[in-house]
């Protein structure tokens, strides 16, 4: 069965700083990936996402996120913070061979102090 | 604008009610979801539907039902059945079968409280 781990329930930063939000997965075979973010009292927007090929995935505002298979990781990164980038991200795993579930992890609460 | 909409976005309820939470999407997407958000543990998927007059239970869907009776449109009912009922609901959906790699698109969510 699939699954989805964020092991930080916060991460906290400096603007300007280099972010990294981590996330790890249990998947059979090939999965697809994505990150979503959420702000306060909204729905989940969706981020970028890993089907196959460059291990480096760039989306949103300035986002990216490294698939790593030998270690089962996605962590989303950004270069360089912003206040605005403060919200909830979530990490997620389809498993195309297990039909029509995507797997939400528990969230990471990313906190950019100015 | 193309999109995803809620309604309402605040709904309380009462001991033994049945209330009825809307979701209309104008992406002309075949699939549709409703996921249930509590801090700290995610999103849990409550039904699905890949298709019109079709729908699937998803891990939490005792004390929910769900129509889908047009393509736009997926409302979930919450019935007196279900006895923790206060949650932050969301509806979503993507452009086809729910095992592709696409993507899914939120609407804002509707926050349900038990009075």
Known sequence: AQSVAQPEDQVNVAEGNPLTVKCTYSASGNPYLFWYVQYPNRGLQFLLKYITGDNLVKGSYGFEAEFNKSQTSFHLKKPSALVSDSALYFCAVRDPAGGFKTIFGAGTRLFVKA | ?115
């Open chain 2, 1 to 115: 604008d193309g999109g995803i909409t809620q309604s309402p976005k605040y709904l309380f309820r009462k001991e033994g009610q049945n209330v009825t939470l809307s979701c209309e999407q104008n992406l002309n997407h075949d699939a549709m979801y409703w996921y249930r958000q509590d801090p700290g543990q995610g999103l849990r998927l409550i039904y699905y539907s890949q298709i019109v007059n079709d729908f699937q239970k998803g891990d939490i869907a005792e004390g929910y039902s769900v129509s889908r009776e047009k393509k736009e449109s997926f409302p979930l009912t919450v019935t007196s059945a279900q006895k923790n009922p206060t949650a932050f609901y969301l509806c979503a959906s993507s452009i086809d079968r729910p095992s592709s790699y696409n993507e899914q698109f939120f609407g804002p969510g509707t926050r349900l409280t038990v009075l």
